[in-house]
């Protein structure tokens, strides 16, 4: 369990690294762009963690999914991207794919 938690923060700290680099305007913020590229490397560090237990294959769809529906739904609700009707249908079909990724694992 303690993988998946790991893998959770990891989702969260690539979420944040993806809209630090929107707000580092092409790295021409600093403040941003150190942010940016310091929580990309924590990201992938706790990431490293979780493959000591969660197959490569899992934990990568995981964290790139759940990274990139995450960072669309941020987009829309708080940075005023659109979101069309079909989108929101493939968003929702990559979080069911993580549902049934975690669903199937057996790691605990």
Not at 46 to 59: C, D, E, H, M, N
Not at 97 to 106: H, N, P, Y
Request: net charge positive; aromatic share 12%.
């Amino acid at each position: 369990m303690l993988a998946w938690v790991y893998l959770m923060v990891a989702i969260s700290l690539e979420v944040i690294g993806t809209i630090s680099l929107k707000f580092s305007n092409g790295f021409s913020d600093w403040r941003f762009t150190l942010l940016s590229l310091s929580v990309y490397g924590l990201s992938f560090w706790v990431l490293s963690l979780t493959l000591r237990i969660i197959p490569v294959g899992t934990a990568y769809a995981v964290w790139a999914g759940l990274g990139t529906a995450t960072v669309a739904i941020i987009g829309w609700l708080f940075l005023k991207e659109p979101m069309t009707a079909l989108k929101a249908v493939f968003l929702l079909m990559i979080i069911g794919g993580v549902v049934g990724l975690k669903a199937i694992s057996t790691e605990s």
